[in-house]
Every structure is written in C-alpha cells, then in structure tokens.
T-cell receptor, first 108, second 120 residues
Framework: GQNIDQPTEMTATEGAIVQINCTYQ??????LFWYQQHAGEAPTFLSY????GLEEKGRFSSFLSRSKGYSYLLLKELQMKDSASYLC?????????FGKGTTLSVSS | GAVVSQHPSWVICKSGTSVKIECRSL??????MFWYRQFPKQSLMLMAT?????????EQGVEKDKFLINHASLTLSTLTVTSAHPEDSSFYIC????????????????FGPGTRLTVL
C-alpha cells in the first residue's frame, strides 16, 4: 500500500528554525515534493528531491534519504506568514500521493 | 511560472443537481491533468488522472459514473459531479503536468486555485 506520515501539528516562534519530517512507504518512487498550502488555497510548490541529500532554496531546505524512506523540510528564520500546512508528496508512477499535511503555527 | 485556472472558484447547488468544474492550463499544454478532493483539515486525495484524448483513470473508491471527467484538449479538463449530495461538498483542486518539462529536471505539477463546492 501507499503510506506517507508526517506530524499533524507543530508550533514555533518567529525567527526560529523548524524541521518537518516525512516518512513514506510507496510502491514506486520518482521523487518527493514539499508543498505549502494556506487555508482555502491550492498548494504551492516548495521543493523537489529525487536524489539523496540536501536541496537548499533560500530559507527553505529539503532533505531526502531514499534508503530510509525519509525526508524533512527545514524552515529557517521563521516568519508569521510561514503559518500554513506543509504537505509531503511522493510521485509514484505519474500521480502524486500526499501525506495528511503538517499544520505549522508561528507565533511572535 | 505556469498558470492553471479553475472555474468556478466556488459553487453552491441543490442536492440532486449536477455541477461542472473547468480546469485550464493558460500558458502551456498539459498532456496530463489530475483531479483532487480535499475535505476540511485533510490532505489532498487523488480522484482521477486524465490524459488528453483518452479515458480518465480513477482511483479506488471513486465512482466514475458520478465524477465524469473529460479532457478534450491539451488545455482543458472538466469534472462534472453528477447528482450531487451534501457529502460531495468539498474543495476540488486540479493540477496539470506540462507536455515538456522544460528547463526543470522534473515534471512538475501546477495546481489550480481550487473550487469550493457546497451541496445543500
């Protein structure tokens, strides 16, 4: 079966660093995506990993270990506007399989 | 970046009626479009995958006779919810994959803004 796990909720303060973990078990793997979604809006692309290692893009970094079925999204210098849901998604075949999302609340 | 539009952005309908949702890729050709459904505080659940000119592939548990998908052109896919009921109330999101990945090393999906359906 397909299974993607991530924590349901996380809280952090402005300026801090937060790491959102994602573990997956899927039949097939063509890459792992992280998306940000604000309430009532469509997901927006944050990062993509297909090879092991760290991908850095500004305040956001994403890490992948294919052998462990594990990824994390690292958010630095948190801002209030980073309060959102963060979705981990694995591309298996042609479709994306989404985790349930992690709701991040950033407080001042 | 690539833009995907959906219409309408929200719709309210009576139980038993049918609702059509359009998904358009505005500045690229999409060989594949995906339809997702998202209930409150839940993640996106893939309903079906549609390829231009062929029948859609539905995920397990999704009734193909209730959720009619048409992908008539490389820029347009439609989802029709037939005989809608209150339990069909949800946020429906489409995404489109470009025919050619372009400079990206991956074949990114571009998401539409979503359609909020409320069935009374």
């Amino acid at each position: 079966g397909q299974n993607i796990d991530q924590p349901t909720e996380m809280t952090a303060t402005e300026g801090a660093i937060v790491q959102i973990n994602c573990t997956y078990q899927t039949s097939g793997f063509n890459g792992l995506f992280w998306y940000q979604q604000h309430a009532g809006e469509a997901p927006t692309f944050l990062s993509y990993n297909v090879l092991d290692g760290l991908e850095e893009k500004g305040r956001f970094s994403s890490f992948l270990s294919r052998s462990k079925g594990y990824s994390y999204l690292l958010l630095k210098e948190l801002q209030m506007k980073d309060s959102a849901s963060y979705l981990c998604a694995v591309e298996a075949g042609t479709a994306l399989i989404f985790g349930k999302g992690t709701t991040l609340s950033v407080s001042s | 970046g690539a833009v995907v539009s959906q219409h309408p952005s929200w719709v309210i309908c009576k139980s038993g009626t049918s609702v059509k949702i359009e998904c358009r890729s505005l500045d690229f050709q999409a060989t594949t479009m995906f339809w997702y459904r998202q209930f409150p505080k839940q993640s996106l659940m893939l309903m079906a995958t549609s390829n231009e000119g062929s029948k859609a592939t539905y995920e397990q548990g999704v009734e193909k006779d209730k959720f009619l998908i048409n992908h008539a052109s490389l820029t347009l896919s439609t989802l029709t919810v037939t005989s809608a009921h209150p339990e069909d109330s949800s946020f429906y999101i489409c995404s489109a994959r470009a025919r050619d990945p372009g400079p990206s090393s991956y074949n990114e999906q571009f998401f539409g803004p979503g359609t909020r359906l409320t069935v009374l």
